[in-house]
């Protein structure tokens, strides 16, 4: 069970002052990668840097409100809720209620398809985090554990569990730690392009 902790992050201000970037996973490797997971706090309103050939998906999680210009249509987003868009496109920022921090997915097109979703917990219903995702914690109070069933199907003993910390990440597995607890989770899916 791999748990990323938050407070393990390494930040990476901007080259345009605007804020700074906690890369939580990337893939095959941090400098060539095909996918990426990251956290960003932004501090002032401002261009986004293009990225072609990437699709990209961001949340808000910590803050009210970013709008934003996407090819010279304005997207008014608010917290929680995921937002697909091309790195492609030219895309700038404004933050009409203050600062925030955003999660964010990129993809390499062609090589991988992200998804994001953000999932309520429950302390009676466990939410599996599977091989290919990553599992964020936004809000509230949780526990993640290993999985509670072998192969077979059959109990396995109470397993031991981790407190997890507002945005700790869990790494799925073929194994599917379990998260419980409440609050919000953002559940971050990378699947091969075939």
């Given at each position: 069970m791999e748990i990323i902790r938050y407070a393990s992050l390494k930040s990476t201000p901007w080259a345009n002052g605007g804020g700074v970037t906690r890369q939580i996973a990337a893939g095959p490797d941090t400098k060539n990668w095909d996918w990426r997971v990251s956290l960003a706090e932004v501090a002032k309103a401002g261009p986004f840097s293009p990225m072609p050939g990437v699709d990209?998906?961001?949340?808000?999680?910590?803050g009210e409100l970013i709008a934003l210009t996407v090819d010279g249509a304005e997207q008014a987003l608010e917290k929680f809720r995921p937002f697909r868009f091309s790195g492609d496109?030219?895309?700038s920022a404004?933050?009409?209620?203050g600062t925030l921090k955003d999660?964010?997915?990129m993809t390499r097109r062609g090589a991988f398809k992200g998804y994001a979703a953000i999932i309520e917990l429950s302390k009676k219903r466990p939410h599996p985090v599977f091989a290919d995702q990553f599992a964020v914690l936004?809000?509230?109070s949780a526990t993640v554990s290993p999985a509670t069933t072998d192969d077979a199907g059959a109990s396995s003993p109470a397993p031991v569990a981790e407190a997890l910390g507002k945005f700790d990440t869990v790494v799925g597995s073929d194994a599917a730690p379990e998260i419980s607890g409440r609050g919000f989770l953002a559940v971050l899916s990378i699947d091969p392009v075939l």
């Open positions: 990209r998906i961001i949340t808000i999680v910590d496109s030219e895309t404004a933050l009409p209620t999660l964010n997915l936004l809000q509230g």
